[in-house]
């Protein structure tokens, strides 16, 4: 059974840094992401990561946000850093032990999420 719980989400202002974990069951992904939505806004993926590391990024995020993970731990990473008003937003960490790696993109969509975790940044 697939299991996603994130945690870290908080408040803070603009310019600060958050970083969001994922706790997984124990299981192989072919790709894990973070993805967020806005209230009134369609979901948007943020960053993802294949099963043997490759990262993808938003635009809206390059340079700023990066995905990672522990495998040991099955703890899946987003650290957060110089946040935006914009990034408010909740977070979800999702997972799919099958999708082709080709298409791990922010882009794709994965098809299992945790409850999410809400990012509030004031400016």
């Known amino acids: 059974q697939v299991q996603l719980v994130e945690s870290g989400g908080g408040s803070v202002q603009a310019g600060g840094s958050l970083r969001l974990s994922c706790t997984t069951s124990?299981?192989?992904?072919?790709?894990m992401g973070w993805f967020r939505q806005a209230p009134g806004k369609e979901p948007e993926g943020v960053a993802t990561?294949?099963?043997?590391?490759?990262?993808s990024y938003a635009i809206s995020v390059q340079g700023r946000f990066t995905i990672s993970k522990d495998n040991a731990k099955s703890i899946l990473y987003l650290q957060m850093n110089s946040l935006k008003a914009e990034d408010t937003a909740m977070y979800y960490c999702?997972?799919?032990?099958?999708?082709?790696?080709?298409?791990?993109?922010?882009?794709?969509?994965?098809?299992?999420w945790g409850q999410g975790t809400q990012v509030t940044v004031s400016s």
């Open positions: 999702a997972a799919d032990p099958s999708l082709w790696v080709e298409y791990c993109k922010p882009g794709s969509r994965l098809g299992y």
């Open positions: 124990i299981y192989t992904y072919n790709c």
């Open positions: 990561i294949d099963n043997v590391g490759s990262t």
